[in-house]
């Protein structure tokens, strides 16, 4: 059953059509990822399925609901959730604080209410805390609440911004670029840590990401972008073994690092 289904969505700068024409279907409870070459369309399309940009043709639907054109806030509240490129906390509040900001959307505490502060409130705020600090423990941050943002590792933010996106209680995560800069054992527990949160609370988790070595060995379904528009879909090994792929994008070294991440898969 898909999840998400983009149908001929075309995205236009000007001149330059940044994605072309681009349908695929994201199944429910699976991991798929969305890889080709530096500006082929990818974070494009990303913000045209989450409300960043509207696409000028083509339809976004989740959950049997067409959503494009939606503002990011609404579409965030009805299940979408995502990260950034370049990470984008909120560095001088705490790790804690970063959390509480990505659960607004299911507080329904007003202005007046936040002032006066009748029992629903308190109650609201008591539950808001404890659900925080169970998103920390979720992502790896228990005992780090107090820690401002920006004092936190590299790896650690990229798991604090993981943990904010988990804070509006997604059904689909989107994930840009999400190991990007870490070294090869954060790379390889931030990849657990998606696989375990796909498998213990059944969220849907699409990722951009140019380690292949991560994509082979977490993704089960793969789309290729390539100027905008998608040459290729499948599962890794038929990614792996796709002409028009490597001559694109992956190149001998991909194929090599593909091949040694399937082979670690099925071993």
């Not at 695929?24 to 500006?39: A, L, R």
């Not at 650690?156 to 190991?179: C, I, M, N």
């Not at 994008?249 to 090599?256: H, M």
Request: aromatic residues 6%; contains cysteine.
């Amino acid at each position: 059953m898909s999840l998400l289904t983009c149908h001929h969505v075309t995205k236009r700068f000007g001149g330059l059509v940044a994605v072309n024409d681009f349908s695929f279907d994201v199944p429910e409870h699976s991991i798929t990822s969305v890889i080709g070459p530096n500006g082929a369309g990818k974070s494009t399309l990303f913000n045209c399925i989450t409300g960043f940009y509207t696409p000028e043709e083509g339809k976004v639907i989740f959950r049997g609901e067409e959503i494009q054109g939606l503002r990011p806030d609404i579409i965030a509240n009805k299940g979408i959730s995502r990260t950034y490129q370049n990470i984008r906390l909120f560095s001088s509040l705490t790790t804690l604080e970063n959390i509480m900001i990505g659960m607004h959307g299911r507080l329904k505490t007003g202005i007046i209410s936040a002032i006066l502060r009748p029992p629903r409130t308190r109650k609201e705020e008591r539950w808001a805390l404890e659900e925080s600090l169970r998103i920390l423990e979720l992502v790896g941050l228990r005992g780090k609440g107090d820690v401002v943002a920006t004092n936190l590792s590299y790896g650690d933010q990229r798991r604090l911004e993981v943990g904010r996106a988990l804070a509006s209680d997604p059904k689909l995560l989107f994930l840009d670029e999400p190991t990007a800069g870490m070294n090869p054992r954060e790379s390889d527990n931030l990849t657990n840590f998606i696989r375990e949160l796909r498998d213990n609370i059944g969220i849907t988790v699409v990722l951009i990401e140019h380690d292949m070595r991560v994509v082979m060995g977490i993704s089960e379904y793969i789309t290729v972008l390539d100027y905008g528009a998608k040459i290729a879909e499948g599962t890794p090994r038929e990614i792996q073994n796709n002409p028009q792929v490597i001559e694109a994008y992956l190149g001998t070294s991909g194929v090599e690092g593909a091949q040694a991440a399937l082979a670690g898969q099925e071993a």
